[in-house]
């Protein structure tokens, strides 16, 4: 079933900033109380490793890295993804060893994909959540993730940190139930998952159509701020763990 219904607003694609901030981590933390009360999966708590089976990655990756090896020529972008695919793969086992190092995190019923063009925004406010996904549970620190370390955000500037603590003490006051450990690990969950991740890297393989040069920028953006997250990890997850044991 799908319904619609118009409103007022622009996707949050251009990143967040301001008060924008907080104004998504009401809305966020509002969600994830509301579905945690959904009959289809009571919220629970598993092992980090299961953010990302990053054993699986390993294959992906050499599946795709040999795949534009054996082409005879490569367009700008498949260079470059080729190369990136290289550089990600050889972070696996940190991927890995990052997950390993979180303790176990919150599941349940998320909206599934939260991401930049799935919020609305009307000025500094949200607008509108669309696009939810058949109901399913996942790690609310995946989530979080999603859209508070959305990578047009981060490559904005170093804004991002301070903004992702104002969104999870907006979240913490809106879900007072939700567990430090979850939020501060949003950071460290988010980009093992996306440094094991293949998309899009691997959309000249499983996608041809779908490479546009919107999705190439995208793919960039993704890149680099996966990154630099995963160089600052330390640094901003103590940062969240000051603000949020105030």
């Known amino acids: 079933m799908s319904l619609w219904e118009f409103v007022d607003g622009e996707t949050a694609e251009g990143g967040l900033i301001g008060a924008r901030w907080p104004a998504v981590g009401q809305v966020l933390g509002r969600l994830h109380r509301r579905l945690a009360e959904h009959p289809a999966a009571a919220p629970t708590l598993r092992a980090a490793v299961g953010v990302r089976d990053v054993g699986r990655a390993w294959q992906s990756f050499d599946r795709i890295i040999e795949g534009y090896g054996n082409r005879a020529t490569l367009s700008r972008f498949e260079q470059w993804a080729w ?82 603590a104002e969104l999870l003490v907006a979240y913490r006051e809106e879900h007072p139930a939700a567990r430090v450990d979850d939020l501060v690990s949003t950071v460290a969950a988010g980009r093992a998952y996306t440094l094991a991740s293949t998309y899009p890297l691997a959309e000249p393989f499983d996608d041809p159509s779908a490479v546009t040069p919107s999705l190439e920028l995208y793919a960039r953006a993704r890149h680099d701020a996966a990154l630099l997250m995963l160089e600052r990890l330390t640094e901003v997850q103590d940062s969240l763990c000051d603000r949020l044991e105030r």
């Open 83 to 164: 190369e990136a695919a290289k550089e990600r793969r050889g972070l696996l086992d940190r991927a890995g060893a990052v997950l390993a190092g979180l303790p176990g995190l919150t599941v349940q019923v998320v909206h599934g994909d939260l991401a930049s063009p799935n919020l609305m925004l009307c000025g500094d406010e949200v607008a509108a959540v669309i696009d939810f996904q058949p109901p399913a549970p996942r790690f609310t620190a995946w989530e979080i993730a999603r859209i508070g370390c959305d990578p047009r955000t981060v490559m904005l500037g170093d804004e991002w940190i301070s903004g992702l």
